[in-house]
């Protein structure tokens, strides 16, 4: 028996799942070229949700911030999208601003820390705020 059909390419045979898997690798690589250690930075300030909440909690206790901004709603990951988180001094010093939504007006919270052992410990925390001029509040100075 002579078989004169040609065989067919391997893309012929596996386009199917060979375009998507390929299409998707693409994306997820362009998105980390772009984004650069950003996921990861945000993520892992993300997985440690008590150290912005601890300072949140500081900010809306603080006579000064409640007057000018009026009460701050809670922290949730957009806040944190919004703003900016630096590691430094191999993981152990973080510098994180982020957006405090009052009911009289928006803010921004700074938070700098510093890890020792497994906890963080809080070097400074001030709220700016822009409008109608800038101004900052300290909150908490070692």
Do not use: C
Not at 75 to 89: D, H, K, Q, T
Request: net charge positive.
């Amino acid at each position: 028996m002579n078989d004169s059909t040609p065989k067919k390419s391997w893309l012929t045979r596996h386009w199917k799942w060979a375009f998507p898997s390929t299409t998707i690798a693409l994306l997820i690589t362009v998105f980390f070229y772009f984004t650069g250690d950003a996921t990861f930075r945000y993520g892992s300030a993300h997985m440690q949700p008590g150290l912005i909440k601890e300072a949140y909690k500081m900010a809306n206790k603080n006579d000064t911030v409640v007057q000018k901004l009026g009460e701050i709603s809670e922290y949730n990951f957009l806040r944190l999208i919004e703003g900016e988180v630096m590691y430094s001094n191999n993981n152990n010093t973080v510098n994180i601003t982020v957006k405090l939504l009052g009911s009289k007006k928006k803010g921004m919270l700074d938070i700098l820390a510093h890890r020792q052992n497994d906890t963080w410990e809080y070097q400074k925390i001030t709220v700016r705020i822009k409008k109608p001029k800038k101004e900052t509040i300290e909150i908490f100075k070692k």
